[in-house]
């Protein structure tokens, strides 16, 4: 049983729209990281959130981390072909343990 | 830097053969972790090192899994015997600190196919 939950598992959009990714958690971890991992490579980390209620952007990327630390989401706007990926969120405890996982695919 | 080196990108063996998957961290990183992804179960940690020494084994699947770090730059994550369960993708990643405090820097995996 992952202790952190992805949705959707699938994301196919056309460029130029927006898309949203959730990552729930049944534990309250230190913090809580995204990674995009592209085929044939290793995750690359995106952002790490510490603080309830904490946003954070990255160009067209915004992270939000729940009041509760238990729930994040990744927003991405007006995506683009460059995006597509594998989104990973994790929870740190001075280890990793990562969701399973959202693939995207933005359509030119 | 060069980044997280692994070795062999790619293997392919028999079910009963003995692997040997290689890694090289980033150079003044203290901690080496190796984690395996699959489909079914995703992205688990199976070992993690601090200054060489092995502190946490407990997502080594079995017996059969073993990994060692006999210097500060390199590490080796053996199986033997192999099974074809074992098909997966090893990665390898290194840092300064624990997850959450530091940027955990992954390579580029080992593709291994156990037939």
């Known amino acids: 049983t992952q202790l952190l939950e992805q949705s959707p598992q699938f994301l196919s959009i056309q460029e130029g729209e927006n898309l949203t990714v959730y990552c729930n958690s049944s534990?309250?971890?230190?913090?809580l990281q995204w990674y995009r991992q592209e085929p044939g490579e290793g995750p690359v980390l995106l952002v790490t959130?510490?603080?309830?209620?904490e946003v954070k952007k990255l160009k067209r990327l915004t992270f939000q981390f729940g009041d509760a630390r238990k729930d994040s989401s990744l927003h991405i706007t007006a995506a683009q072909p460059g995006d597509t990926g594998l989104y990973l969120c994790?929870?740190?405890?001075?280890?990793?343990?990562f969701g399973a996982g959202t693939t995207v695919t933005v359509r030119a | 830097d060069a980044g997280v080196i692994q070795s062999p990108r790619h293997e392919v063996t028999e079910m009963g053969q003995e692997v040997t998957l290689r890694c090289k961290p980033i150079?003044?990183?203290?901690?080496l972790f190796w984690y395996r992804q699959t489909m079914m179960r995703g992205l688990e940690l199976l070992i993690y090192?601090?200054?060489?020494?092995?502190?946490?084994d407990s997502g080594m699947p079995e017996d059969r899994f073993s990994a060692k770090m006999p210097n500060a730059s390199f590490s080796t994550l053996k199986i033997q015997p192999s099974e074809p369960r074992d098909s997966a993708v090893y990665f390898c990643?290194?840092?300064?600190?624990?997850?959450?405090?530091?940027?955990?820097?992954f390579g580029p995996g080992t593709r291994l196919t156990v037939l």
């Open positions: 990643a290194s840092s300064f600190g624990l997850a959450g405090t530091d940027t955990q820097y």
């Open positions: 534990s309250v971890f230190s913090s």
């Open positions: 959130v510490v603080t309830g209620g």
């Open positions: 994790a929870g740190a405890d001075y280890k990793l343990s």
């Open positions: 150079s003044g990183h203290d901690y």
């Open positions: 090192f601090n200054n060489n020494v092995p502190i946490d």
